[in-house]
């Protein structure tokens, strides 16, 4: 079992920069892609960005892309979710996922552990 626990959220004006981060439980981090989802109010939970177990690989959804930047640091057991020039649909709560085997479907909001979620605010 992998506890997740985000961290980071809160409210800020469009145009700033919030930086989330996802704390891991246990010793196999390093053996788990890991994924950032987020859903908005009264819409599906969507998929933000992943990175692959060592870090190599990494994937955006276009909404975000250029703006966004996944990272992990496994001897800390965390990634991060670097989010700038934020805008008013980012609004969401963000989880943390972590998923086991292939890195292909962490895109594919495929999963084997979510965290609680973080919410993110940004106004207009």
């Known amino acids: 079992q992998v506890q997740l626990v985000e961290s980071g959220g809160g409210l800020v004006q469009a145009g700033g920069s919030l930086r989330l981060s996802c704390a891991a439980s246990?010793?196999?981090?390093?053996?788990?892609?890991m994924g950032w989802v987020r859903q908005a109010p009264g819409k599906e939970r969507a998929f933000v960005a992943t990175?692959?177990?060592?870090?190599?690989?990494?994937s955006y959804a276009d909404s975000v892309r250029g703006r966004f930047t996944i990272s992990r640091d496994n001897a800390k057991n965390t990634v991060y979710l670097q989010m700038n020039s934020l805008k008013p649909e980012d609004t969401a709560v963000y989880y943390c996922?972590?998923?086991?085997?292939?890195?292909?479907?962490?895109?594919?909001?495929?999963?084997?552990?979510w965290g609680q979620g973080t919410q993110v605010t940004v106004s207009s």
């Open positions: 990175i692959s177990r060592s870090g190599g690989s990494t």
């Open positions: 996922a972590a998923r086991s085997g292939s890195f292909y479907y962490t895109s594919q909001l495929v999963y084997d552990y």
């Open positions: 246990g010793r196999t981090f390093s053996t788990y892609n």
